[in-house]
Protein backbone atom coordinates (compact mmCIF):
# COMPACT_ATOMS: atom_id res chain seq x y z
CA UNK A 1 0.00 0.00 0.00
CA UNK A 2 1.44 3.48 -0.80
CA UNK A 3 1.56 5.25 2.41
CA UNK A 4 1.39 9.51 0.68
CA UNK A 5 -1.94 8.15 -1.21
CA UNK A 6 -3.32 6.37 1.95
CA UNK A 7 -2.25 10.06 3.78
CA UNK A 8 -4.02 11.94 0.74
CA UNK A 9 -7.33 9.93 1.18
CA UNK A 10 -7.37 10.09 4.74
CA UNK A 11 -6.83 14.07 4.67
CA UNK A 12 -9.21 14.23 1.78
CA UNK A 13 -11.60 12.76 3.73
CA UNK A 14 -10.91 14.42 6.94
CA UNK A 15 -11.68 17.95 5.27
CA UNK A 16 -14.77 16.26 3.41
CA UNK A 17 -15.88 15.64 6.85
CA UNK A 18 -15.54 19.76 8.15
CA UNK A 19 -17.70 20.38 5.47
CA UNK A 20 -20.50 17.85 7.29
CA UNK A 21 -19.44 19.19 10.11
CA UNK A 22 -20.67 22.29 9.55
CA UNK A 23 -24.16 21.55 8.04
CA UNK A 24 -24.59 19.29 11.14
CA UNK A 25 -23.48 22.19 13.40
CA UNK A 26 -26.45 23.65 12.36
CA UNK A 27 -28.74 21.56 13.98
CA UNK A 28 -26.80 20.91 16.96
CA UNK A 29 -27.45 24.47 17.93
CA UNK A 30 -31.09 24.55 17.70
CA UNK A 31 -31.21 21.19 18.98
CA UNK A 32 -29.44 22.24 21.87
CA UNK A 33 -31.68 24.99 22.93
CA UNK A 34 -35.05 24.01 21.84
CA UNK A 35 -35.01 20.47 21.76
CA UNK A 36 -36.14 20.51 18.16
CA UNK A 37 -34.86 18.44 15.43
CA UNK A 38 -35.04 21.27 12.66
CA UNK A 39 -35.26 19.23 9.55
CA UNK A 40 -35.04 22.47 8.02
CA UNK A 41 -31.73 23.30 8.06
CA UNK A 42 -30.81 22.25 4.95
CA UNK A 43 -33.69 24.58 3.36
CA UNK A 44 -31.92 27.45 5.17
CA UNK A 45 -28.62 26.31 3.86
CA UNK A 46 -30.01 26.34 0.11
CA UNK A 47 -31.75 29.49 0.95
CA UNK A 48 -28.69 31.67 2.35
CA UNK A 49 -26.15 30.00 -0.34
CA UNK A 50 -29.41 31.01 -3.69
CA UNK A 51 -29.69 34.96 -1.85
CA UNK A 52 -25.84 35.30 -1.52
CA UNK A 53 -25.27 34.41 -5.26
CA UNK A 54 -28.66 35.48 -6.67
CA UNK A 55 -27.45 39.35 -5.29
CA UNK A 56 -23.91 39.09 -6.36
CA UNK A 57 -25.38 38.34 -10.14
CA UNK A 58 -27.21 40.95 -10.26
CA UNK A 59 -24.38 43.36 -9.15
CA UNK A 60 -24.28 43.69 -5.22
CA UNK A 61 -20.81 43.82 -3.76
CA UNK A 62 -19.40 40.50 -2.21
CA UNK A 63 -19.32 41.82 1.16
CA UNK A 64 -22.21 44.03 1.09
CA UNK A 65 -24.23 41.16 -0.59
CA UNK A 66 -23.15 38.82 2.56
CA UNK A 67 -23.70 41.45 5.00
CA UNK A 68 -28.00 41.34 3.44
CA UNK A 69 -27.92 37.77 3.07
CA UNK A 70 -26.99 37.48 6.97
CA UNK A 71 -29.94 40.04 7.64
CA UNK A 72 -32.51 38.47 5.51
CA UNK A 73 -30.81 34.90 7.89
CA UNK A 74 -31.73 36.56 10.84
CA UNK A 75 -35.50 38.27 9.57
CA UNK A 76 -36.14 34.71 8.71
CA UNK A 77 -35.12 33.11 11.73
CA UNK A 78 -37.08 35.64 13.80
CA UNK A 79 -40.67 34.65 11.56
CA UNK A 80 -39.99 31.13 12.14
CA UNK A 81 -39.88 31.58 15.80
CA UNK A 82 -42.97 34.17 15.79
CA UNK A 83 -45.41 32.02 12.98
CA UNK A 84 -44.11 28.43 13.59
CA UNK A 85 -42.35 27.73 16.93
CA UNK A 86 -44.11 30.19 19.63
CA UNK A 87 -47.81 29.19 18.59
CA UNK A 88 -46.54 25.40 19.13
CA UNK A 89 -44.73 26.30 22.84
CA UNK A 90 -45.13 23.28 24.96
CA UNK A 91 -46.57 20.62 22.02
CA UNK A 92 -45.02 17.25 21.49
CA UNK A 93 -41.44 17.32 19.96
CA UNK A 94 -42.78 14.99 16.99
CA UNK A 95 -45.19 18.59 16.25
CA UNK A 96 -42.57 20.21 16.29
CA UNK A 97 -40.12 18.26 14.18
CA UNK A 98 -43.38 18.06 11.61
CA UNK A 99 -43.58 21.94 11.30
CA UNK A 100 -40.03 21.88 10.80
CA UNK A 101 -40.93 19.42 7.92
CA UNK A 102 -43.33 21.04 6.42
CA UNK A 103 -41.19 24.54 6.59
CA UNK A 104 -38.27 22.84 4.56
CA UNK A 105 -40.91 22.78 1.63
CA UNK A 106 -41.89 26.20 2.40
CA UNK A 107 -38.73 27.55 2.20
CA UNK A 108 -37.57 25.36 -1.20
CA UNK A 109 -40.63 26.76 -2.88
CA UNK A 110 -39.91 30.53 -1.15
CA UNK A 111 -36.12 30.47 -2.26
CA UNK A 112 -37.22 29.23 -5.86
CA UNK A 113 -39.68 31.31 -6.42
CA UNK A 114 -37.80 34.79 -5.53
CA UNK A 115 -34.71 33.70 -6.89
CA UNK A 116 -35.50 31.30 -9.90
CA UNK A 117 -34.73 27.93 -9.90
CA UNK A 118 -31.58 26.98 -12.36
CA UNK A 119 -28.03 26.76 -10.86
CA UNK A 120 -25.70 29.45 -10.14
CA UNK A 121 -21.71 28.91 -9.66
CA UNK A 122 -20.59 30.63 -6.69
CA UNK A 123 -16.78 31.92 -6.69
CA UNK A 124 -15.13 32.38 -3.20
CA UNK A 125 -11.78 32.79 -4.97
CA UNK A 126 -10.15 30.14 -3.09
CA UNK A 127 -9.52 27.92 -6.50
CA UNK A 128 -10.53 24.20 -5.33
CA UNK A 129 -6.99 23.02 -6.76
CA UNK A 130 -4.49 20.98 -5.19
CA UNK A 131 -1.56 22.70 -3.35
CA UNK A 132 1.58 22.88 -5.46
CA UNK A 133 3.65 23.00 -2.62
CA UNK A 134 2.36 19.88 -1.00
CA UNK A 135 2.35 18.04 -4.00
CA UNK A 136 5.88 18.66 -4.82
CA UNK A 137 7.37 17.62 -1.79
CA UNK A 138 5.29 15.16 -0.38
CA UNK A 139 3.22 14.12 -3.67
CA UNK A 140 0.03 14.50 -1.42
CA UNK A 141 -2.77 16.07 -3.50
CA UNK A 142 -4.75 18.34 -0.47
CA UNK A 143 -7.56 21.05 -2.00
CA UNK A 144 -6.88 24.46 -1.31
CA UNK A 145 -10.50 25.07 -0.54
CA UNK A 146 -10.57 21.89 1.54
CA UNK A 147 -8.30 23.30 3.83
CA UNK A 148 -10.01 27.03 3.80
CA UNK A 149 -13.22 25.39 4.34
CA UNK A 150 -11.89 24.02 7.62
CA UNK A 151 -10.52 26.95 8.50
CA UNK A 152 -13.47 28.63 8.50
CA UNK A 153 -15.08 25.73 10.45
CA UNK A 154 -12.11 25.99 13.03
CA UNK A 155 -13.07 30.00 13.52
CA UNK A 156 -16.86 29.39 13.44
CA UNK A 157 -16.32 26.91 15.77
CA UNK A 158 -14.57 28.63 18.12
CA UNK A 159 -16.95 31.43 18.55
CA UNK A 160 -19.74 29.12 18.80
CA UNK A 161 -18.02 27.64 22.01
CA UNK A 162 -17.43 31.03 23.22
CA UNK A 163 -20.40 32.70 22.85
CA UNK A 164 -21.97 29.58 24.28
CA UNK A 165 -19.55 28.86 27.34
CA UNK A 166 -18.80 32.41 28.60
CA UNK A 167 -21.58 34.70 27.97
CA UNK A 168 -25.46 34.74 29.85
CA UNK A 169 -27.04 34.33 27.05
CA UNK A 170 -24.78 31.68 25.69
CA UNK A 171 -25.92 30.06 29.88
CA UNK A 172 -29.71 31.01 28.62
CA UNK A 173 -29.86 29.21 25.91
CA UNK A 174 -28.75 26.15 27.68
CA UNK A 175 -31.15 26.59 30.62
CA UNK A 176 -34.00 27.00 28.34
CA UNK A 177 -33.12 23.90 26.57
CA UNK A 178 -33.08 22.05 29.70
CA UNK A 179 -35.96 23.34 31.35
CA UNK A 180 -38.68 25.59 29.85
CA UNK A 181 -40.41 26.56 32.99
CA UNK A 182 -37.88 26.88 35.26
CA UNK A 183 -35.86 29.34 32.76
CA UNK A 184 -39.47 31.43 32.75
CA UNK A 185 -39.01 31.32 36.56
CA UNK A 186 -36.02 32.54 36.70
CA UNK A 187 -36.73 35.25 34.08
CA UNK A 188 -35.61 33.84 30.78
CA UNK A 189 -36.86 35.28 27.89
CA UNK A 190 -38.18 31.76 26.05
CA UNK A 191 -39.13 33.91 22.61
CA UNK A 192 -36.08 36.13 22.55
CA UNK A 193 -33.80 33.01 23.18
CA UNK A 194 -35.15 31.37 20.27
CA UNK A 195 -34.81 33.93 18.00
CA UNK A 196 -31.55 34.42 19.07
CA UNK A 197 -30.68 30.31 18.33
CA UNK A 198 -32.68 30.48 15.30
CA UNK A 199 -30.92 33.49 13.76
CA UNK A 200 -26.75 31.98 14.99
CA UNK A 201 -28.60 28.52 13.05
CA UNK A 202 -29.44 30.76 9.98
CA UNK A 203 -25.57 32.36 9.73
CA UNK A 204 -24.32 28.90 10.40
CA UNK A 205 -26.52 28.04 7.39
CA UNK A 206 -25.43 30.96 5.80
CA UNK A 207 -21.45 30.11 6.32
CA UNK A 208 -22.26 25.85 5.32
CA UNK A 209 -24.39 27.39 1.83
CA UNK A 210 -21.55 29.02 0.85
CA UNK A 211 -19.01 26.65 1.47
CA UNK A 212 -21.09 23.77 -0.38
CA UNK A 213 -22.46 26.19 -3.05
CA UNK A 214 -18.81 27.20 -4.24
CA UNK A 215 -18.08 23.49 -4.28
CA UNK A 216 -21.69 21.59 -5.92
CA UNK A 217 -22.80 24.94 -7.62
CA UNK A 218 -25.93 26.34 -5.75
CA UNK A 219 -28.85 24.08 -6.93
CA UNK A 220 -31.76 22.73 -5.17
CA UNK A 221 -29.94 19.78 -4.17
CA UNK A 222 -28.37 21.25 -2.06
CA UNK A 223 -30.50 21.04 0.54
CA UNK A 224 -29.89 17.07 0.64
CA UNK A 225 -26.77 17.89 2.39
CA UNK A 226 -28.74 18.21 5.25
CA UNK A 227 -29.31 14.35 5.02
CA UNK A 228 -25.71 13.62 5.05
CA UNK A 229 -25.90 15.56 8.16
CA UNK A 230 -27.69 13.05 10.19
CA UNK A 231 -24.99 10.36 10.25
CA UNK A 232 -22.71 12.91 11.67
CA UNK A 233 -24.96 14.26 14.57
CA UNK A 234 -26.04 10.13 15.45
CA UNK A 235 -22.06 9.66 16.13
CA UNK A 236 -21.20 12.95 17.90
CA UNK A 237 -24.33 13.77 19.88
CA UNK A 238 -27.34 15.82 18.75
CA UNK A 239 -26.64 18.23 21.43
CA UNK A 240 -22.66 18.74 21.29
CA UNK A 241 -20.63 21.06 19.12
CA UNK A 242 -17.70 19.29 19.74
CA UNK A 243 -19.20 16.24 18.69
CA UNK A 244 -20.57 17.77 15.39
CA UNK A 245 -16.73 18.13 14.14
CA UNK A 246 -15.74 15.03 15.41
CA UNK A 247 -18.68 13.17 13.88
CA UNK A 248 -17.99 14.96 10.95
CA UNK A 249 -14.40 13.89 10.70
CA UNK A 250 -14.81 10.36 11.33
CA UNK A 251 -17.62 10.27 8.87
CA UNK A 252 -15.39 11.94 6.34
CA UNK A 253 -12.88 9.76 6.77
CA UNK A 254 -14.43 6.22 7.04
CA UNK A 255 -16.30 7.13 3.78
CA UNK A 256 -13.58 8.06 2.01
CA UNK A 257 -11.01 5.45 2.71
CA UNK A 258 -14.15 2.73 2.31
CA UNK A 259 -14.33 4.10 -0.94
CA UNK A 260 -10.78 3.88 -2.28
CA UNK A 261 -10.04 0.65 -0.18
CA UNK A 262 -13.19 -1.23 0.13
CA UNK A 263 -15.51 -0.05 -2.95
CA UNK A 264 -13.55 -1.83 -5.71
CA UNK A 265 -14.05 -5.04 -3.88
CA UNK A 266 -17.99 -4.67 -4.11
CA UNK A 267 -18.11 -2.79 -7.33
CA UNK A 268 -17.57 0.76 -6.15
CA UNK A 269 -20.23 3.42 -5.82
CA UNK A 270 -20.56 2.97 -1.55
CA UNK A 271 -19.12 6.18 -0.53
CA UNK A 272 -22.73 7.68 -0.79
CA UNK A 273 -24.48 5.22 1.91
CA UNK A 274 -21.00 4.19 4.06
CA UNK A 275 -21.58 6.94 6.27
CA UNK A 276 -25.40 5.80 7.72
CA UNK A 277 -23.59 2.07 8.00
CA UNK A 278 -21.09 3.63 10.36
CA UNK A 279 -23.34 5.44 11.81
CA UNK A 280 -25.98 2.52 12.78
CA UNK A 281 -22.38 0.37 14.13
CA UNK A 282 -21.95 3.06 16.00
CA UNK A 283 -25.56 3.37 17.52
CA UNK A 284 -25.15 0.00 18.79
CA UNK A 285 -22.24 0.66 21.03
CA UNK A 286 -23.72 4.11 22.44
CA UNK A 287 -27.37 5.42 21.67
CA UNK A 288 -26.66 8.88 22.66
CA UNK A 289 -23.11 9.69 20.20
CA UNK A 290 -19.96 9.91 21.58
CA UNK A 291 -21.05 13.41 23.59
CA UNK A 292 -24.60 13.33 23.50
CA UNK A 293 -26.10 13.93 27.21
CA UNK A 294 -26.57 10.37 28.90
CA UNK A 295 -30.29 10.57 30.02
CA UNK A 296 -30.70 8.77 33.45
CA UNK A 297 -33.95 8.49 34.64
CA UNK A 298 -34.06 8.18 38.73
CA UNK A 299 -37.01 6.14 39.31
CA UNK B 1 -47.83 44.39 53.30
CA UNK B 2 -46.06 43.17 50.35
CA UNK B 3 -48.26 40.71 49.03
CA UNK B 4 -52.35 40.85 49.01
CA UNK B 5 -54.55 38.45 47.35
CA UNK B 6 -58.39 38.93 47.17
CA UNK B 7 -60.79 37.51 46.11
CA UNK B 8 -59.08 35.01 43.92
CA UNK B 9 -61.08 32.11 41.71
CA UNK B 10 -59.45 29.66 39.52
CA UNK B 11 -60.78 26.78 37.22
CA UNK B 12 -59.86 25.00 34.94
CA UNK B 13 -63.05 23.72 32.74
CA UNK B 14 -65.43 22.49 35.35
CA UNK B 15 -62.42 21.92 38.35
CA UNK B 16 -62.31 25.10 41.08
CA UNK B 17 -59.28 24.51 41.84
CA UNK B 18 -59.66 28.02 43.88
CA UNK B 19 -62.95 29.70 44.82
CA UNK B 20 -63.06 33.18 46.09
CA UNK B 21 -59.42 33.17 48.40
CA UNK B 22 -57.89 36.51 50.19
CA UNK B 23 -55.24 36.36 52.11
CA UNK B 24 -52.12 38.52 52.70
CA UNK B 25 -48.43 38.54 53.31
CA UNK B 26 -46.37 41.36 55.73
CA UNK B 27 -43.12 41.91 54.45
CA UNK B 28 -40.52 39.98 56.55
CA UNK B 29 -42.70 36.74 56.88
CA UNK B 30 -42.78 33.37 56.93
CA UNK B 31 -46.23 32.79 55.50
CA UNK B 32 -47.40 28.81 54.99
CA UNK B 33 -49.93 27.56 52.79
CA UNK B 34 -51.48 23.95 54.07
CA UNK B 35 -54.05 21.91 53.16
CA UNK B 36 -54.82 18.13 52.43
CA UNK B 37 -53.71 16.99 48.75
CA UNK B 38 -55.54 18.61 45.93
CA UNK B 39 -56.76 21.70 48.44
CA UNK B 40 -54.86 24.30 45.74
CA UNK B 41 -51.99 25.04 47.28
CA UNK B 42 -49.39 24.92 44.24
CA UNK B 43 -52.24 26.55 42.29
CA UNK B 44 -52.51 29.34 44.37
CA UNK B 45 -48.36 29.36 44.12
CA UNK B 46 -48.93 29.28 40.49
CA UNK B 47 -51.10 32.02 40.68
CA UNK B 48 -48.74 34.06 42.43
CA UNK B 49 -46.10 33.65 40.52
CA UNK B 50 -47.96 34.17 37.38
CA UNK B 51 -47.98 31.30 35.93
CA UNK B 52 -51.91 30.44 36.14
CA UNK B 53 -54.26 33.76 35.53
CA UNK B 54 -57.15 33.65 37.95
CA UNK B 55 -60.34 34.09 36.60
CA UNK B 56 -61.65 36.30 38.80
CA UNK B 57 -60.04 38.54 41.34
CA UNK B 58 -56.56 40.27 41.95
CA UNK B 59 -52.92 39.74 43.15
CA UNK B 60 -51.54 43.01 44.92
CA UNK B 61 -47.37 42.61 44.92
CA UNK B 62 -46.03 46.11 46.58
CA UNK B 63 -49.54 47.93 46.31
CA UNK B 64 -49.22 46.91 42.26
CA UNK B 65 -52.34 45.27 41.00
CA UNK B 66 -51.42 42.98 38.29
CA UNK B 67 -53.61 40.50 36.42
CA UNK B 68 -51.89 39.95 33.01
CA UNK B 69 -48.78 38.56 33.74
CA UNK B 70 -46.34 35.83 33.20
CA UNK B 71 -43.75 34.00 35.34
CA UNK B 72 -41.13 35.96 33.86
CA UNK B 73 -42.64 39.15 34.80
CA UNK B 74 -42.80 37.73 38.19
CA UNK B 75 -39.41 37.25 38.21
CA UNK B 76 -38.56 40.66 37.20
CA UNK B 77 -40.37 42.02 40.25
CA UNK B 78 -38.84 40.52 42.74
CA UNK B 79 -40.33 37.08 43.03
CA UNK B 80 -38.49 33.86 42.71
CA UNK B 81 -40.12 30.30 43.45
CA UNK B 82 -39.27 26.63 43.38
CA UNK B 83 -40.89 23.69 42.24
CA UNK B 84 -42.73 20.85 43.76
CA UNK B 85 -41.13 18.68 41.70
CA UNK B 86 -37.57 20.04 41.13
CA UNK B 87 -37.45 22.16 37.78
CA UNK B 88 -33.60 22.58 37.48
CA UNK B 89 -31.44 22.91 34.29
CA UNK B 90 -30.15 19.04 35.03
CA UNK B 91 -27.38 18.88 32.01
CA UNK B 92 -25.77 21.81 34.03
CA UNK B 93 -23.47 22.09 36.93
CA UNK B 94 -24.44 23.09 40.50
CA UNK B 95 -22.97 26.88 40.06
CA UNK B 96 -24.33 27.56 36.16
CA UNK B 97 -27.65 26.97 37.97
CA UNK B 98 -26.90 29.14 40.58
CA UNK B 99 -25.71 31.40 37.82
CA UNK B 100 -28.36 31.63 36.14
CA UNK B 101 -30.81 32.76 38.93
CA UNK B 102 -28.59 35.96 38.03
CA UNK B 103 -29.70 36.16 34.78
CA UNK B 104 -31.43 39.10 35.02
CA UNK B 105 -29.25 41.25 37.24
CA UNK B 106 -26.59 41.12 34.52
CA UNK B 107 -26.35 44.41 32.20
CA UNK B 108 -23.19 43.51 30.02
CA UNK B 109 -24.33 43.04 26.21
CA UNK B 110 -23.46 39.47 24.96
CA UNK B 111 -20.47 41.03 22.58
CA UNK B 112 -18.74 42.21 25.79
CA UNK B 113 -19.19 38.93 27.76
CA UNK B 114 -17.54 36.89 24.85
CA UNK B 115 -14.87 39.04 24.57
CA UNK B 116 -14.23 38.91 28.21
CA UNK B 117 -13.39 42.76 28.51
CA UNK B 118 -13.47 45.21 31.09
CA UNK B 119 -16.97 45.86 32.09
CA UNK B 120 -18.33 41.74 31.53
CA UNK B 121 -15.33 40.98 33.61
CA UNK B 122 -16.02 42.98 36.46
CA UNK B 123 -20.09 42.02 36.10
CA UNK B 124 -18.99 38.56 35.98
CA UNK B 125 -16.74 38.68 38.96
CA UNK B 126 -19.21 40.23 40.46
CA UNK B 127 -21.89 37.77 40.41
CA UNK B 128 -19.78 34.30 40.64
CA UNK B 129 -18.85 36.08 43.76
CA UNK B 130 -22.15 36.53 44.45
CA UNK B 131 -23.11 32.79 43.72
CA UNK B 132 -20.25 31.43 45.80
CA UNK B 133 -21.49 33.05 48.48
CA UNK B 134 -24.75 31.39 47.98
CA UNK B 135 -22.61 28.06 47.64
CA UNK B 136 -21.09 28.60 50.86
CA UNK B 137 -24.38 29.30 52.61
CA UNK B 138 -26.12 25.80 51.76
CA UNK B 139 -23.02 24.50 51.55
CA UNK B 140 -22.93 22.64 48.78
CA UNK B 141 -19.25 23.91 47.30
CA UNK B 142 -18.05 20.01 46.93
CA UNK B 143 -20.30 19.99 44.64
CA UNK B 144 -20.06 23.04 42.69
CA UNK B 145 -18.96 21.55 39.08
CA UNK B 146 -21.32 18.21 39.41
CA UNK B 147 -24.31 18.11 36.87
CA UNK B 148 -26.88 18.81 39.18
CA UNK B 149 -28.70 15.54 37.25
CA UNK B 150 -26.10 13.13 38.75
CA UNK B 151 -26.67 14.69 42.27
CA UNK B 152 -29.34 12.85 45.17
CA UNK B 153 -32.42 14.05 45.66
CA UNK B 154 -32.13 16.34 49.09
CA UNK B 155 -29.11 18.08 47.35
CA UNK B 156 -30.94 19.03 44.46
CA UNK B 157 -33.96 20.53 46.39
CA UNK B 158 -30.85 22.65 47.79
CA UNK B 159 -29.64 23.75 44.22
CA UNK B 160 -32.91 24.93 43.66
CA UNK B 161 -33.26 26.66 46.82
CA UNK B 162 -29.74 28.68 45.59
CA UNK B 163 -31.18 29.35 42.47
CA UNK B 164 -34.07 31.14 43.75
CA UNK B 165 -32.27 33.18 46.52
CA UNK B 166 -29.55 33.95 43.50
CA UNK B 167 -32.21 36.19 42.19
CA UNK B 168 -32.25 38.35 45.73
CA UNK B 169 -35.49 37.81 45.45
CA UNK B 170 -38.07 40.10 48.09
CA UNK B 171 -40.45 37.27 47.81
CA UNK B 172 -39.44 33.95 47.48
CA UNK B 173 -42.13 31.05 46.99
CA UNK B 174 -41.38 27.40 48.03
CA UNK B 175 -43.38 24.68 46.94
CA UNK B 176 -42.77 21.59 48.84
CA UNK B 177 -38.81 22.69 50.33
CA UNK B 178 -39.43 19.44 52.24
CA UNK B 179 -40.90 16.60 50.19
CA UNK B 180 -39.23 13.70 50.04
CA UNK B 181 -36.33 14.49 52.85
CA UNK B 182 -35.10 12.64 55.60
CA UNK B 183 -35.04 14.13 59.15
CA UNK B 184 -31.48 15.65 58.86
CA UNK B 185 -31.99 16.88 55.36
CA UNK B 186 -35.47 18.48 56.48
CA UNK B 187 -33.36 20.37 59.77
CA UNK B 188 -31.10 21.77 57.06
CA UNK B 189 -33.92 23.19 54.91
CA UNK B 190 -35.47 24.49 57.94
CA UNK B 191 -32.15 26.22 58.93
CA UNK B 192 -31.55 27.42 55.96
CA UNK B 193 -35.03 28.98 55.03
CA UNK B 194 -34.80 30.72 58.71
CA UNK B 195 -31.46 32.24 57.94
CA UNK B 196 -32.78 33.85 54.87
CA UNK B 197 -35.85 35.00 56.48
CA UNK B 198 -33.71 36.57 59.23
CA UNK B 199 -30.47 37.65 57.35
CA UNK B 200 -31.49 39.06 54.25
CA UNK B 201 -35.02 39.96 55.26
CA UNK B 202 -36.66 38.07 52.51
CA UNK B 203 -40.47 37.14 52.57
CA UNK B 204 -41.49 33.64 52.34
CA UNK B 205 -44.29 31.91 51.27
CA UNK B 206 -44.14 28.35 51.41
CA UNK B 207 -46.11 25.08 51.06
CA UNK B 208 -45.29 22.45 53.17
CA UNK B 209 -47.13 18.73 54.71
CA UNK B 210 -45.05 18.58 57.28
CA UNK B 211 -46.65 20.12 60.52
CA UNK B 212 -44.30 19.99 62.72
CA UNK B 213 -42.05 21.96 60.42
CA UNK B 214 -44.58 24.74 59.23
CA UNK B 215 -45.72 24.98 63.28
CA UNK B 216 -42.09 25.67 63.91
CA UNK B 217 -41.13 28.23 61.02
CA UNK B 218 -43.94 30.27 59.98
CA UNK B 219 -45.35 33.22 61.34
CA UNK B 220 -48.90 32.70 60.11
CA UNK B 221 -51.05 30.07 58.16
CA UNK B 222 -53.33 29.71 55.65
CA UNK B 223 -55.28 26.61 55.82
CA UNK B 224 -57.12 25.73 52.14
CA UNK B 225 -59.61 22.98 51.68
CA UNK B 226 -60.88 22.35 48.32
CA UNK B 227 -60.24 25.49 47.22
CA UNK B 228 -61.29 27.74 49.64
CA UNK B 229 -59.88 28.87 52.75
CA UNK B 230 -60.85 27.55 55.54
CA UNK B 231 -58.28 29.09 58.60
CA UNK B 232 -55.97 32.20 58.98
CA UNK B 233 -53.73 32.46 61.77
CA UNK B 234 -51.00 32.10 64.01
CA UNK B 235 -49.35 28.67 64.28
CA UNK B 236 -51.21 27.97 67.51
CA UNK B 237 -54.77 29.30 66.62
CA UNK B 238 -54.17 26.41 63.71
CA UNK B 239 -53.36 23.83 65.48
CA UNK B 240 -56.42 24.15 67.61
CA UNK B 241 -58.99 25.15 64.68
CA UNK B 242 -61.96 22.66 64.78
CA UNK B 243 -62.62 23.21 61.01
CA UNK B 244 -58.74 22.18 60.33
CA UNK B 245 -58.80 19.12 62.01
CA UNK B 246 -61.82 17.89 60.59
CA UNK B 247 -60.68 18.67 57.21
CA UNK B 248 -56.91 17.07 57.99
CA UNK B 249 -58.92 14.41 59.92
CA UNK B 250 -61.96 13.98 58.07
CA UNK B 251 -65.54 14.14 60.20
CA UNK B 252 -68.36 11.73 60.18
CA UNK B 253 -71.35 12.81 58.14
Aim: charge should be neutral; include cysteine; aromatic fraction near 8%.
Amino acid sequence: MDFSFFVEVLAGGLLAGVMYSLVALGFVLIYKASGVFNFAQGAMVFFAALTFVSLVERGMNAWLALAVTLAAMVVLGMTIERVVLRPLVNQPPITLFMATIGLTFVLEGLSQLAWGSQPHNLELGVPDVPMEWLSQQWNINISQFDLFAALVAGVLVGVLAVFFQKTRIGRALRAVADDHQAALAVGIPLQHIWTIVWGVAGFVALVAGLMWGARNGVQYSLTFVALKALPVLLIGGFESIPGAILGGLIIGATEKLAEVYLGPMVGGGIESWFAYVVALLFLLVRPEGMFGEKHIDRV
Amino acid sequence: MILSVENVSLSFGGVKALQDVSFDVEAHEVRAIIGPNGAGKSSMLNVINGVYRPQHGKILFKEKAFKEMDSRQAARMGIARTFQNIALFKGMTVLDNIMTGRNLKMRCGFLQQALWIGPAKREELEHRRAAEEIIDFLEIQHIRRTPVGRLPYGLQKRVELGRALAAEPELLLLDEPMAGMNLEEKQDMCRFILHVNDHYGTTLVLIEHDMGVVMDISHRVVVLDYGRKIADGVPAEIRSNQKVIDAYLGVAH
